[in-house]
């Protein structure tokens, strides 16, 4: 799905916040369209969705992908960016020994 969007959006300038777009690579890549579309539009979905970047903003997420560890409900950003594991291997450790 991820390849689709990146494809619609840079090769085809297609607009990818429209659901109906979203809804039809979704197709592409063998869901539902309409199934898609209802999950899309789910309020649930909707709050999810607003949790994660309250989550992203308030952890210090400013790149992506960022690697989040959770400890008695607080959150932490451990890695920010792509880092090899060489490198996420001690910054997970060093978290977990906190």
Known sequence: MLKAMQHGFYVENR?????EVMAE???????EGARFRAE????????ETRN?????KNTGVGG???LVAFDGG?????TIGYS???DIG???RGWLRR
């Open 15 to 19: 607009d990818i916040s429209q659901t």
């Open 90 to 92: 001690p910054a997970l």
């Open 25 to 31: 690579l979704a197709e592409t890549v063998g869901l």
């Open 74 to 78: 607080q959150a932490q950003a451990v």
């Open 64 to 66: 992506f992908p960022t």
């Open 84 to 86: 090899p594991w060489e």
């Open 40 to 47: 899309f539009e789910d309020t649930d979905t909707m709050d």
């Open 52 to 56: 994660d970047f309250w989550l992203a």
